[in-house]
């Protein structure tokens, strides 16, 4: 292992750029671009395709699944978008693109084949119980070259933290909407709840920060799994993708 890093530090060194690099493939160009040749939106387009993979499902799940998002926002873009396009192919689609920004974007980056040895370990170390969209992401298959590998499964550990932390949201009691008020108060308009900030007290700010030490606690337990050489390779991995995209 990297000299000085234990199994936390590995994580704290790599869950940040991680969420980011899981996420770059999002609203990329050649995303929207693709899915308006599908006749969906970009907007729909993430919602459909990030939750298409629980499948055919009411709205109400997708945004037990999402959290943060207020639920008419959710209901409004899913219920439109599966009118175009069914949600499991929609998800296929999504994550075909995942897989050629990687293709683009990392194919010149060197020893990616030991950071999809490590995030692969990592992802498939949890039992993954009440977190189902990190689940059905889990379960999509995982392309056979290095780059596109990669960025799929930036974008799977992305997926597991988020429902990790939405499960440790529940478990302090916060409302997914004053959670979101506290981590992204700059974004809250923008997942739908228009002027309607929710009130936050300082019970809740502390119940927030009780949720991210659980997460990270929860988060542990799968990094504690990793060997000292799949440690090194996903924080390698993870370094040299977040200087590729500048993030």
């Not at 949600?87 to 920004?101: K, L, M, N, T, V």
């Not at 550990?157 to 008020?181: D, F, K, Q, T, Y």
């Not at 606690?217 to 370094?239: I, K, N, P, R, W």
Request: charged share 20%; glycine share 10%; proline share 4%.
């Amino acid at each position: 292992m990297i000299a000085g890093m234990n199994p936390r530090d590995v994580m704290q060194a790599v869950c940040a750029p991680t969420g980011k690099i899981g996420a770059a493939f999002y609203f990329a160009p050649e995303t929207l671009a693709h899915g308006k040749s599908l006749g969906i939106d970009g907007f729909r387009f993430y919602i459909v395709g990030r939750g298409g993979v629980l499948g055919n499902v009411e709205a109400a799940v997708v945004h037990s699944a999402f959290g943060y998002f207020h639920p008419a926002m959710i209901a409004k873009l899913w219920d439109s978008g599966i009118k175009t396009i069914a949600p499991r192919d929609c998800a296929r689609e999504y994550i075909g693109q995942a897989h050629g920004f990687g293709r683009r974007l990392f194919a010149d980056v060197e020893g990616l084949d030991g950071y999809v040895d490590a995030a692969t370990a990592l992802v498939n170390a949890p039992e993954a119980i009440s977190q189902s969209l990190f689940a059905a992401v889990r379960a999509e298959p995982v392309p056979a070259d290095a780059s596109a590998a990669a960025m799929h499964q930036a974008m799977v550990l992305r997926e597991m933290r988020g429902s990790i932390h939405l499960l440790a949201i529940a478990a302090v009691g916060l409302h997914s909407s004053v959670a979101h008020a506290i981590k992204r108060p700059d974004d809250v308009a923008a997942f739908g709840y228009g002027d309607a900030v929710p009130t936050v007290t300082d019970a809740d700010r502390v119940a927030w920060q009780r949720a991210e030490d659980m997460t990270d606690e929860l988060m542990m337990q799968s990094f504690a799994s990793l060997t000292e050489a799949q440690s090194d390779a996903l924080v390698a991995g993870t370094e040299a993708m977040a200087a590729k995209l500048g993030v």
